[in-house]
């Protein structure tokens, strides 16, 4: 099923109104508990016992842990007091994925957390007794994890880390504000479906302001840096997805682009605070406290997961990273400084 634009929008009415073969660490973390039960019985117990699948080390999804983690011991469930995690890292391994998948199925969890597309597609395969949450993934109607946001059904709902409108924002930030981009180049990995949806989503909208896409496709990070920089000579701006496969290799393109003065923009806070010029984001440390709120609905409540909606971020703002600017040879006006709501926070120096 295609992500339509519609649903997405519905997702952000309604969350107004209340995403790869070497050994990872498979259990990273995890000790030994009684063993857990479906979302109605979960309710009430003295200790809970979950799992979480991630899909590989990285800054934003490392903050969803965290920020889900946060909101859990807000609420009184403390990990080795009264809650037990099994955590599981694929280090983006897709066989290593699977097996976590498969080993999480073959035991028995108060609630199952999965981190980005890959682990949350397995897990959704794999595990059929035990609710399910996922987080950091961009299209769950695609990736066919869900069939309606609103009423998600079955053990599974979460919460994506795409509003569609944030894309469209930053396209129109290039546009408004770089006068001479005619083409914006992009770093991509096809074979995830997140990444080409995003891809889509800037394409449409830099065409309405007379902007081409120019895409330098990878297939793996170790093919990141040459692509970067297949685009020097080619394009005046570049910009990358929530791409696990480039994110990976953010480096060699902000390299890249500050070698050869190219504004870079991207789709995540992280990687600006990295050193790309600018996104409009939010925190996935707020993403994950937000899937850590719909688990205490579960664990505590008794509330099934299937009948929570699937959310999108809310808290929406331009970024800027003044250092990486100077780096790239923008510069920055006030005009762009407007566009700013949480200057202190999102001005980064």
Known sequence: ?????????????????????????????????????????????????????????????????????????????????????????????????????????????????????????????????????????????????????????????????????????????????????????????????NAVVMSKIAEEALKERGISLVKATVTNTSEVKQAAESLVGRVDAIYITLDNTVVEAVNTIIQTANEHDIPFFSADRDTVEKGAFATVGFKYYDHGYQVGQMALEVLKNGKNVGDLQVTVPDKLDFILNLSAAAEQGIEVTDAMKEQVLDKENNLIE
């Open 1 to 193: 099923m295609n992500f339509k634009k519609s649903a997405i929008l519905a997702m952000t009415t309604a969350a107004l109104i209340f995403g790869v073969v070497g050994c990872g660490n498979n259990n990273a973390g995890s000790s030994t508990a009684n063993s857990g039960g479906n979302s109605s019985s979960a309710a009430g117990k003295d200790s809970y016992k979950i799992a979480i699948s991630q899909y590989v080390e990285h800054p934003s999804l490392d903050a969803t842990r965290e920020g889900f983690m946060a909101a859990l011991k807000d609420a009184g469930l403390v990990e080795k007091e009264n809650l037990t995690v099994d955590y599981n890292n694929a280090q983006a391994d897709s066989a290593n994925n699977m097996s976590i998948a498969q080993k999480i199925a073959g035991e028995k969890y108060d609630l199952v957390l999965a981190i980005a597309t890959p682990p949350a597609i397995a897990v959704a395969g794999q595990v059929k007794d035990s609710p399910i949450l996922f987080a950091a993934v961009t299209d769950p109607l695609d990736a066919k994890l869900v069939s309606d946001l609103e009423h998600p059904g079955g053990n599974i709902s979460g919460a994506s880390d795409t509003n569609p409108e944030a894309i469209k924002k930053l396209m129109n930030f290039v546009a408004d504000h770089f006068g001479d981009v005619k083409n914006v180049g992009i770093v991509l990995n096809e074979g995830e479906p």
